[in-house]
């Protein structure tokens, strides 16, 4: 079959389009954006065309998809409807796919990608496995029985899988500007565990995902003694965690894994106890998790010179606290600083006294303009990065143009934080750390 993949860079949108390419089909898209993305490496090596106009003919038996940052007055869409073309929602093509395989669908507000990319990993490690990870990641391959999906609960996509089971790591207040409260977002993660066919493993710590009336039989894991797996005898050290697992009060085994922070060993006991139910032996467990690289933007470390940056996807108060947690853990007598970029005003104007705690956490804050393509700003009056900024002290807006703002930073960890590209950060901060002459 043949597939027009619109925003084709966008990281579900780039995952699917790679795995529909695995699996034999044509498939092509177009985007709006020139400029390198990391999300567009696996296009580029699957030779999938990108295109960036409007004047390039779609064979009329193609079916066509696009990414919700896309409004339906978008050229292109009005294009491929004015040519009669089919089109099919994203996530309804992705729910197609998994549906051949025995899935393993990875919700919640957090720590999906983290949680997606650890299972793959230990599945590779026993043998193979198909994946879409909301990282860019995605390979499918007919021979393989398991499909991991991360499965986004944005404008409630992952209703549209029907996985034999799944994953809650946590619910909380987010995408607010698709859904009315908590309550909304509960009810729909509960449609979500309940299309689950054999078992949901669900983070017994978290209050809402207690809640849920679970039709599905379920395992809930944690640090509380009342979960069924409990995580015991933590140790966050500065070259990563160490924790023992016990199932229903007995001593399953003893880990370690190079990711930092009390959430991250959240998430790899989710990845753990999915693994053992599949049949996975411990010690191909233990080994893959020794060796572990998280997904793309997520606690990615770089040095340039003296300067440590971390790269990271959180964009949501909750994860941004985590990571500048984590980044304590492993750089703890280093001074922080945070540059966050948001990329919605909904979210701005809903969490800006969340925002301004956590990102008071750094010892010096930095924002950059709002970076958002799928909001009117005229829809949301005095809603700004300095809603945000007004609320710390001492905290500055800054944009590649203005890096050298961080020049009495050279000793410190940067965390570069936000989901929106930020490749033009990143690199004006390392051509900015290099042209600073060496002391002899």
């Known amino acids: 079959m043949k597939y027009y993949c619109i925003g084709i860079k966008g990281t579900g949108m780039s995952t699917l389009a790679q795995i529909l390419h695995d699996l ?27 295109y960036y106009d409007g004047e390039h003919s779609i064979d009329p038996d193609t079916i066509v998809t696009y990414s919700v940052a896309f409004s ?15 089109i099919v929602k994203y996530n309804e093509v992705m729910g197609d796919i998994i549906s051949q395989f025995k899935s393993i669908g990875v919700s919640g507000t957090h720590g999906k990608t983290t949680t997606s990319s650890l299972i793959r990993t230990i599945l590779e490690a026993a043998g193979g496995c198909n994946y879409f990870i909301g990282a860019g990641d995605g390979y499918a391959s007919q021979a393989n029985d398991y499909f991991v999906v991360e499965s986004d609960e944005f404008n409630r996509h992952f209703t549209a899988y029907h996985p034999m089971y799944s994953v809650i790591t946590n619910i909380e207040a987010e995408h607010l500007e698709c859904y009315k409260d908590v309550d909304d977002i509960r009810d729909t993660f509960e449609i979500f565990a309940n299309q689950t066919s ?73 990845a753990i ?31 340039v010179r003296n300067t440590v940056i971390i790269d990271d996807y959180a964009h949501h108060p909750t994860e941004i606290k985590a990571t500048l947690e984590a980044a304590k853990q492993r750089f ?18 809903d969490f800006k006294n969340e925002f301004i705690e956590v990102l008071s ?6 924002l950059t303009e709002i970076k958002c393509n799928r909001e009117d700003p005229k829809k949301y009056p005095g809603i700004s990065s300095k809603t945000i900024i007004n609320g710390i002290p001492d905290a500055e807006l800054i ?21 929106a590209y930020m490749e033009d950060l990143l690199q004006a901060i390392r051509n900015f750390i290099n042209s600073i002459p060496e002391e002899e």
């Not at 106890?273 to 770089?302: Q, S, V």
């Open 24 to 50: 034999g089909n044509d498939v092509s898209g177009y985007d709006d954006a020139r400029e390198h993305k990391f999300t567009e490496d696996g296009l580029v090596e699957r030779n999938i065309p990108i």
């Open 72 to 86: 339906e007055e978008h050229p292109e869409i009005q294009r491929v409807k004015s040519l009669g073309l089919k």
């Open 198 to 270: 054999k078992l949901v493993v669900a983070n017994g710590d978290n209050a809402e995902v207690k809640k849920i009336n679970y039709n599905t039989k379920v395992l809930f894991y944690g640090f509380g003694f009342h979960n069924d797996v409990v995580i015991q005898n933590l140790k966050l050290l500065e070259e990563g965690s160490r924790f023992d697992i016990y199932i229903k009060e007995e001593l399953y085994g003893s880990f370690e894994v190079p990711l930092y922070g009390k959430h991250m060993v959240s998430n790899v006991c989710a």
């Open 273 to 303: 106890i999915i693994c053992r139910e599949l049949g996975i032996d411990k010690d191909t467990i233990h080994e893959a998790l020794l060796n572990f690289k998280n997904a793309k933007r997520r606690f990615a470390i770089e040095k």
């Open 332 to 349: 703890p007598d280093k001074r922080l600083v945070v540059i966050f970029r948001p990329n919605t005003y909904s979210r701005t104007k």
């Open 361 to 366: 956490m750094a010892d010096k804050t930095y």
């Open 399 to 419: 944009s590649p143009e203005t890096i050298d703002k961080i020049g009495g930073e050279l000793d410190s960890v940067i965390c570069v934080l936000g989901c």
